[in-house]
């Protein structure tokens, strides 16, 4: 399913391509990882793309720098504010400190202890608020509105969604010759940026996404055409725990090839492979599109396949296969 029309779209590969320049210097270039044991596994020869290496340990890195640095000296002395779940929030907090100015980040109360450590390591002042996507943008509006400061969103902003498209970039100038690249949706930047990215480098490449099947409102957006909340997000995959972007949708209608959702049990799985086998820490959103090759969502057979390992941002002392995942 692809919508031609792409006049209106919220970024274009030339943003990209202003991002990639503009935050050179502040994050990684992380490299790119493959395993001839999990290639074996997932019949197909996979790239990944390790944001899990990343500053903060997670691609968010890359988006959150690119909006703070394209404030002019006002606005950044102003002080700038987000809600998220945890790597989005780090991020920024570091952004923040990059650039000599402020972050008031509002978390939900259930965020992982692991993440918030991360937030307040990095200079950020933590708000808690209940586990909602109303009740975090509402905290979020009040600290706007009470500073003066500027709201970078996780996800619905033109300069994140380019910063984090670079990722793809990266993979791509690295491995031209891919056949697929595949990321998880939670709130879309990421898979709004790759697919820019992707289409405009690998005209032919194969966009997929992926989102676990708890919290599949992203995938009901993009089959149905139109924002569909879904029912409220129950997955492990803590980072995909969001609602899609407007801004986001419009670019998945029109850039995506195809989109699947997975189960937890697959999540875990997955998970739990890559740590195994590849000997590397993964959180369970990174793991999202490897569940989906776990679970032959798409016919990749021997194809050459990249995989954005989004975070590895992980509460060591709860890990998810020390107790069996909960299913509806």
């Not at 998220?84 to 509002?106: E, F, K």
């Not at 996780?154 to 300069?159: E, R, T």
């Not at 993964?282 to 990249?306: M, Q």
Request: hydrophobic share 45%; proline share 5%; charged share 20%.
């Amino acid at each position: 399913m692809i919508d031609q029309n792409r006049e209106s779209l919220a970024i274009s590969f030339d943003d990209v391509v202003a991002a990639s320049r503009r935050i050179a210097g502040y994050v990684h270039r992380t490299p790119v990882l493959t395993s001839r044991r999990l290639n074996a596994i997932l019949d197909a020869q996979v790239f990944f793309k390790c944001e899990n290496l990343q500053r903060i340990g997670a691609f968010k890195a890359r988006g959150a720098h690119n909006a703070v640095l394209s404030l002019d000296d006002e606005r950044a002395a102003a002080g700038v504010v987000t809600h998220s779940s945890g790597n989005h929030a780090a991020a920024l907090a570091l952004a923040a400190s990059s650039r000599g100015s402020t972050a008031a980040i509002v978390m939900p109360e259930n965020a992982p202890a692991a993440k918030v450590m991360s937030v307040r390591r990095l200079g950020g002042e933590v708000h808690f608020c209940a586990p909602t996507i109303a009740a975090r943008e509402a905290a979020a509006a009040g600290l706007v509105e009470e500073r003066g400061a500027t709201l970078v969103h996780p996800y619905n902003d033109p300069l994140v969604i380019a910063g984090q498209g670079t990722a793809a970039m990266e993979l791509i100038e690295d491995y031209p010759a891919l056949d697929a690249v595949m990321a998880p949706v939670g709130g879309g930047g990421l898979m709004a940026g790759t697919a820019t990215a992707a289409r405009a480098m690998a005209p032919s490449i194969r966009i997929l996404a992926t989102e676990p099947a708890q919290a599949d409102d992203a995938w009901r957006s993009w089959s149905g055409g139109t924002l569909d909340p879904g029912d409220p997000p129950d997955t492990i995959a803590d980072g995909l725990r969001t609602t899609l972007g407007d801004l986001n949708l419009p670019i998945l209608r029109a850039l995506l090839d195809d989109f699947a959702t997975v189960s937890e049990q697959a999540i875990v799985e997955a998970m739990r492979l890559v740590w195994e086998i590849m000997k590397i820490v993964i959180e369970p959103s990174s793991a999202v599109p490897v569940a989906a090759l776990l679970e032959r969502k798409f016919d990749l057979r021997d194809a050459k396949v990249g995989v954005i390992l989004t975070g590895g941002n992980v509460d060591l002392g709860l890990l998810p296969w020390q107790r069996a995942p909960e299913s509806r």
